[in-house]
């Protein structure tokens, strides 16, 4: 039987999360697969993903692969789930995977980016595709601040209660964070973000890859960053709460609905293009 | 009694437009005076506003007034009406109204603007903020045809049916359309946008001002410049179209949810700041 590997994106406001669940979450894992048990004739399919977004995270680029009861072009796989599945999900692409191919045990690393405004009164437009904050930040200690973050560390205080994972150290590839200057135009309004004139509205992109991330973990990242960036905590403070391991010293992770998973990385050769 | 003039910003996608309905739909009008009502300890309050947006279409800069009962500092209005506002609904600024202040009557000109994704596949993540075509346009043609609007114009072609205005004509005073190429960082992904590596999306950006708008014009206006774009009419045709004043002959009005009323424009003087 062919397996497959496509990229999936989504809004993750109407998903509990990607994995599915007993009961009647509605979950991006639930909804691709009921789609490709269609597809399949009624034949139950299970798709394994590269990352399980939690509740109300974004993709566009998420990456998940199956087997199908019967051989299909992989265009022809992405247009017909694209048929099926509901509008805030999407097949982006689709491809054989090659053989051994599992999408989160194959991948060396992922890419997750966190969208921040700033500002006083939080815009409606954007309120559902990025995080808010009401005070202005100093971006050169958030931008200290992220360094710390950068190589192979033990984040169990930034790791979710109750999760079971083996170990919490992990590797951090790149940590970056950026001020976005919209692009005006001469009238000093803001044709791609939408901000209105006169908006002290600014907007922060964080960018963080890892070889793996525990639960919530770039939300907590962006949460110590927040604290660095209003000056709550200082660039030492945050060091010294990331090296005690004790969750209870890490300042709060941040709303999910800032957060995309932007892109799973292979080593050259896993992946059949 | 005190008359404020407020600047509203809202995700369309909730209402049923700006305007009040008889029953239960829920209207940013509605809303916003239901705010003002326990704002003045349950007297009636009545808000006007420069445009009635349709629903599902958005706004950055709506402008509006209503009087209160009682004196209190535009400042506070504004805070105040914030925390009794659903969180799709916010007040970006309050005044003073100057005297004879009327949101619509003493607008001289409005400025709308459309977002149009083109690309084989709608993004999630974009689907409720922009208006999406899966063909590719042509810009150089679009561009053309935007600039058969400017000016004064008959524009009974583009009017919804059933509607009871007294006149067709409008002056246009700006018509543009901008391909926007998103800022991509080195690794060619998008931080300002979130469309992913390798998607041929591309985004439009239609700005028109004028000095007034009929019910659906500028969703009609677009319609016709994606015909154009797409070649299933040539600007000749569209100018054609334009002079027969006559709604069928023009092309299909796009989807409300790529629509935002940007800004209202007063003449000097009428605006206290």
Redo the contacts between chains.
């Keep these: 039987m062919p397996v497959y590997r496509i990229?999936l994106?989504?809004?993750g406001g109407g998903f509990q999360g990607w994995q599915r669940q007993a009961g009647a979450a509605r979950t991006v894992q639930g909804v691709v697969e009921d789609a490709l048990r269609r597809l399949a004739g009624g034949a139950a399919v299970t798709v394994a993903a590269a990352g399980r977004t939690d509740a109300g995270v974004?993709a566009?680029?998420q990456v998940a692969s199956f087997e199908l009861p019967r051989d299909m072009a992989p265009a022809a796989v992405q247009a017909a789930l694209?048929g099926l599945l509901p509008?805030?999900?999407?097949?982006?692409?689709a491809a054989f995977a090659p053989p051994g191919f599992h999408p989160r045990r194959s991948a060396v690393a992922k890419?997750y980016?966190y969208?921040l405004d700033t500002g006083p009164?939080?815009?409606?437009?954007r309120?559902?595709?990025a995080g808010h904050v009401p005070w202005s930040l100093n971006l050169g200690a958030m931008e200290e601040a992220a360094a710390l973050y950068l190589g192979r560390h033990d984040f169990a205080s930034l790791a979710s209660s109750g999760s079971s994972v083996k170990t919490t150290v992990r590797t951090v590839l790149r940590s970056t964070v950026?001020a976005?200057e919209?692009?005006r135009?001469e009238g000093g309004?803001d044709?791609?973000?939408?901000?209105?004139?006169?908006?002290p509205l600014s907007t922060l992109?964080y960018?963080v890859e890892a070889d793996g991330f525990l639960r919530k973990m770039v939300r907590s990242m962006v949460g110590g960053l927040v604290a660095v960036g209003r000056g709550t905590l200082t660039v030492d403070g945050l060091r010294a709460a990331l090296l005690r391991r004790d969750r209870r010293a890490w300042p709060a992770p941040l709303e999910p609905c800032g957060l995309?998973l932007?892109?799973v990385s292979y080593p050259p050769g896993r992946v059949l293009e």
């Design positions: 990229t994106a989504y809004d974004h566009i680029g694209n509008a805030d999900v999407r097949a982006l692409e890419l980016r969208v009164v939080r815009l409606p437009t309120r559902l595709l950026t976005i919209p692009s135009d309004r044709p791609v973000w939408g901000i209105p004139d006169g908006q992109v960018e995309t932007v892109r």
